[in-house]
C-alpha cells in the first residue's frame, strides 16, 4: 500500500509539473499574441509613414521640376534680351 502511495504521490507531482508547464506555455503564446498585435500595429504606421514621404517626395519632384522649367523660361527670356540689346 505504500509504495501504490509512492507512485500516486509520484504521479500527481508529475501532473502539477505538467499543469504548471502547460499553463506557462499558454502564458507565454498569448504574450507572444499581444507583442504580434504590437509589432503589427507599429508596421501599420511605418507603411503610412512611407506612403506620407513618398507623397512628399513626390511634391517636391514636382516643385523642383516647375522652379527647373521656370529657370529655363527665364534664361531664354533674358539671352533674348540681350540678344536684342547687343544687337
Same mark, same amino acid.
Given at each position: 500500500m505504500r509504495e501504490i502511495d509512492k507512485y500516486t504521490s509520484a504521479v500527481a +507531482? =508529475?501532473?502539477e509539473q505538467q499543469s +504548471?508547464?502547460? !499553463?506557462q506555455i499558454s502564458s507565454n503564446v498569448i504574450h507572444a499574441a499581444e507583442e504580434t498585435n504590437v509589432v503589427g500595429a507599429a508596421l501599420v504606421k511605418v507603411n503610412e509613414a512611407a506612403m506620407h514621404t513618398s507623397a =512628399?517626395? !513626390?511634391a517636391v519632384l514636382d516643385g523642383s521640376q516647375a522652379v527647373e522649367a521656370a529657370v529655363s523660361e527665364l534664361r531664354t527670356e533674358v539671352e533674348d534680351f540681350l540678344?536684342? &540689346? &547687343?544687337a
Open positions: +507531482a =508529475s501532473i +504548471a508547464a502547460t !499553463g =512628399s517626395a !513626390g540678344r536684342k &540689346v &547687343v
